[in-house]
């Protein structure tokens, strides 16, 4: 089973729609989780942390269950410009802090 | 603006050739990885470290050779031994210490074999 898994889509979806991502990672010990937004061929970008309370930034919103060993990522009203790859990111304490990440959910927002 | 600057943004390498990927940082970072991100795939962990003079092997080093003599420095080599070179290089920095700390990216080197 890989660390972090994801559904590699792609998701299309009609501007304005809501669309939900799922990540599951293995191990039980990991204690930060993030959700990274990148384009064709440039540098992930911190979209939000996942806290354990679930937390909300504009039309994203992130939740965390650590009991099934998942994160979400929830985007509402989808615009052209959420069209990216979305990748989970898992960090597990260790001899560093060891940084996992998915192969990522590619997204595209159809006019 | 304080970031991380990764050049050349295209590289292409020969056969038998080593070739070096610059990676500087002005974010007072104390941590500095290498990532090699494949089309399809996550990005995996090539070399990192956590203070100056030392770094560590991630899970694919092998063909790779890294150096931190200065803290905002992190240049990675591609050696002749690394048989499938042609990816794309992330480079990242992070601040030591938070569990929350984030991973700042530069903005790639897409290497290419001739």
């Known amino acids: 089973r890989k660390e972090v898994e994801q559904d590699p889509g792609p998701f299309n979806v009609p501007e304005g729609a809501t669309v939900a991502f799922n990540c599951t990672y293995s191990n039980s010990a990991s204690q930060s989780f993030f959700w990274y937004r990148q384009d064709c061929r440039k540098e992930p970008k911190l979209l939000m942390s996942?806290?354990?309370s679930g937390n909300e930034d504009g039309r994203f919103t992130a939740q965390l269950n650590r009991a099934s060993q998942y994160i979400s990522l929830l985007i509402r009203d989808s615009k052209l410009s959420d069209s990216a790859t979305y990748l989970c990111v898992v960090r597990t304490p260790g001899g560093y802090q060891k940084v996992t990440f998915g192969t990522g959910t590619k997204l595209q927002v159809i006019p | 603006d304080g970031g991380i600057t990764q050049s050349p943004k295209y590289l292409f390498r020969k056969e038998g050739q080593n070739v070096t990927l610059s990676c500087e940082q002005n974010l007072n970072h104390d941590a500095m990885y290498w990532y090699r991100q494949d089309p399809g795939q996550g990005l995996r962990l090539i070399y990192y470290s956590q203070i100056v003079n030392d770094f560590q092997k991630g899970d694919i080093a092998e063909g790779y050779s890294v150096s931190r003599e200065k803290k905002e420095s992190f240049p990675l080599t591609v050696t002749s031994a690394q048989k499938n070179p042609t990816a794309f290089y992330l480079c990242?920095?992070?601040?030591?210490?938070?569990?929350?700390?984030?991973?700042?990216f530069g903005s790639g080197t897409q290497l290419s074999v001739l």
């Open positions: 990242a920095s992070s601040m030591m210490g938070d569990p929350n700390e984030k991973l700042f």
């Open positions: 996942v806290y354990s």
